[in-house]
Nanobody, 128 residues
Framework: QLRLVESGGGLVPPGGSLRLSCAAS????????VGWFRQVPGKEREGIGC????????TYADFAKGRFTISRDNARNTAWLQMNSLKPEDAGVYYC?????????????????????WGQGTLVTVSS
């Protein structure tokens, strides 16, 4: 059974950068599409973007385009979310999630109903 653990959250000043990691254990991440989500105070959980298991497909929410980058290395069983030019409104709990996609190397999704494995989240605080 795949397990996901996020790390890399913390306190960063406005305009700063963070790189979040999503490490897989108990099973390989190879044939899973990975999505990133966040829940900021007062708002529902929202999708940030996703990456297919082949890395050939990445998609981003409008607020993430140009600032956030999703990548992965299947040999290291890890996916990352690089966040640049962070704003106070980016503060919240960040999650990764995975959907099995064995026969769909270009598939990825931020539909939370399709992502069956979730990490516990990592807290990002953006403040001076």
């Amino acid at each position: 059974q795949l397990r996901l653990v996020e790390s890399g959250g913390g306190l960063v000043p406005p305009g700063g950068s963070l790189r979040l990691s999503c490490a897989a254990s108990e099973s390989a991440l190879d044939y899973y599409a990975v999505g990133w989500f966040r829940q900021v105070p007062g708002k529902e959980r929202e999708g940030i973007g996703c990456i297919s298991y082949s890395s050939e497909t990445t998609t981003y929410a409008d607020f993430a385009k140009g600032r956030f980058t999703i990548s992965r290395d299947n040999a290291r069983n890890t996916a990352w979310l690089q966040m640049n030019s962070l704003k106070p409104e980016d503060a919240g709990v960040y999650y990764c999630a995975a959907a099995e996609a064995l026969y769909s190397p270009s598939y990825c999704t931020t539909d939370s109903r399709s992502l069956k494995v979730w990490g516990q989240g990592t807290l990002v605080t953006v403040s001076s």
